[in-house]
């Protein structure tokens, strides 16, 4: 059973980097959207509502209409309002996107049964290039969801993005120390990156969600260029500052990491520095017909955030 194309999607983790374009290209659409998350959107919505992945509490209200469930009726017999009796809210089909700790998987495929026993038929996850199906966290949700969709249980897709280009604006971690260091610190060496602009992401996403036909596998989305720095749009000289894995790991945990975590993404850039990530593919033009977003023009776009706190301070000159 499929969901009525009017009913909503519901955008998991909507206010994030990734969620919050969905929703704003849903919106420029006209698709009704609900945005889940523990917090608000800066921006006044109607349709968010709370979620919290750890508490399990949260995840029946998203599935009652609110519109219907406020209003009673009042019977001939006792001229008493009736209890309101909950009407359930169809969700057409729903982005997923992992918490932040090592053991995510869990309440994710909890939810998933929890919506398919609620309706739902069609889930897109949100993995990332260098997590295999079956691997840790978001891998062994990839692997509950193709399994269920080879038993036709669900329509299903899985977006496997490679490193956002918003990361090195939109995350404090690289953000600040290109600004007042003008350096960036990695354990990838000379390994590259397809760097892959979210608003690419988000647009495969739409097509995910909404397309008549679900894609049923894995997309691998990566942007067009392999690129590295960031000295030519800013005007000065940008470093990269050269950690060991264990050095990095350490960094992560000062940016309120947990150990897990930070070992996890530290392997991460060793696979970079290996030559995980040194390719490109057309994924983004494939599934959108529309050219990836380069690296450069979003830099352009955003460079203000990246203006160093010396001229700030009316210090003049190079770092
Ligand atoms: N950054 C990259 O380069 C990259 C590359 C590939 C894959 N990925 C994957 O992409 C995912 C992150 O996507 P993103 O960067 O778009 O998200 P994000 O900007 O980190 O935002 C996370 C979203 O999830 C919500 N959230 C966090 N903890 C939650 C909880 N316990 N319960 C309910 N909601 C929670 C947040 O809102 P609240 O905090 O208000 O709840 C927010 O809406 C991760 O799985 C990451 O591994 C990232």
Redesign the pocket.
């Known amino acids: 059973m499929t969901s009525p194309a009017q009913s909503p999607i519901l955008v998991?983790?909507?206010?994030?980097?990734?969620?919050s374009r969905i929703v704003s290209q849903l919106a420029s659409q006209g698709i009704p959207t609900i945005i889940?998350?523990?917090?608000p959107p800066s921006s006044s919505s109607p349709s968010h509502v709370n979620?919290?992945?750890?508490d399990p509490y949260t995840w029946e209200p998203i599935f009652i209409s609110k519109s219907s469930s406020s209003e009673g009726t009042t019977t001939e017999q006792d001229q008493q309002p009736s209890r309101p009796q909950p009407t359930p809210q169809p969700i057409r089909s729903i982005y997923l996107?992992?918490?932040?700790t090592l053991t995510g998987d869990r309440p994710m495929i909890e939810f998933i049964d929890f919506a398919r026993a609620r309706g739902v038929h069609r889930f897109i996850l949100?993995?990332?290039?260098s997590v295999e199906a079956g691997g840790p966290l978001?891998g062994k949700v990839h692997a509950y969801l193709r399994e269920l969709g080879q038993r036709g249980e669900v329509e299903w897709g899985v977006l496997r993005?490679?490193?956002?280009q918003q990361?090195l604006a939109e995350q404090s971690y690289h953000k600040e120390s290109i600004r007042s260091e003008s350096k960036i610190y990695s354990a990838t060496e000379d390994g590259k990156i397809p760097w892959v602009s979210?608003d690419d992401i988000a647009s495969v996403a739409v097509r995910a969600l909404t397309g008549e036909e679900a894609p049923n596998t894995e997309w691998t989305v990566l942007g067009p260029e392999l690129l590295k720095i960031l000295s030519e749009v800013l005007g000065r000289k940008i470093v990269h500052v050269d950690l060991t894995s264990a050095e990095l790991e350490k960094r992560h945990t000062r940016f309120g990491m947990s150990e897990e975590y930070a070992r996890m993404m530290s392997a991460m850039d060793t696979a970079i520095k290996f030559g995980a990530e040194n390719r490109t593919n057309d994924m983004v033009f494939s599934v959108t017909g529309v050219a990836p977003k380069k690296f450069r023009d979003y830099a352009m776009s955003v460079k203000d955030v990246w203006e160093t706190r010396l001229q700030e301070m009316g210090i003049e000159g190079k770092t």
Not at 36 to 39: E, V
């Open positions: 998991l983790g909507g206010t994030g980097t990734v969620g889940a998350s523990r917090n979620f919290d992945w750890d996107i992992a918490p932040p949100q993995s990332a290039s978001m993005p490679t490193w956002f990361n979210a």
